[in-house]
């Protein structure tokens, strides 16, 4: 992750997470594997999902399902999206890792 856009996932999790907090989200503020921030959400249950920003597409995440993700462009419902997530709970299993590799994506269309 280049400089800027952990910049950028940075403070978007960080106003994220001041948000669920105001909902009573618990939401703390990390530093996962290859220094890339996160952002620990802890749901009905008392289960721990990490919500990460994918810069490319301007996503929070929390898995690699359609419904795990949701726009960064707009906070509030991203706030919502995600403590009706936390409410409902967390999905069974493992947190999948959503990766989406834009250069290959890019590389594929070049003439």
């Known amino acids: ?5 952990y910049a950028y996932a940075h403070r978007a999790l ?5 948000e669920l907090t105001k909902r009573d989200v618990p939401a ?3 530093v996962a594997e290859a220094g890339r921030p996160g952002l620990d959400v802890t749901d009905s249950r008392l289960r721990v999902r990490r919500v990460f920003v994918h810069p490319g597409f301007c996503w929070f995440y929390w898995g690699d399902q359609s419904d795990e993700r949701v726009t960064c462009l707009r906070l509030g419902t991203a706030v919502e999206r995600i403590a009706q997530a936390t409410r409902d709970g967390w999905r069974e299993g493992e947190q999948g890792e959503l990766r989406i590799d834009l250069h290959r994506i890019v590389d594929a269309y070049r003439v």
């Open 1 to 5: 992750m280049n400089e800027r856009q």
């Open 14 to 18: 960080t106003m994220l997470g001041d």
């Open 28 to 30: 703390v503020l990390v």
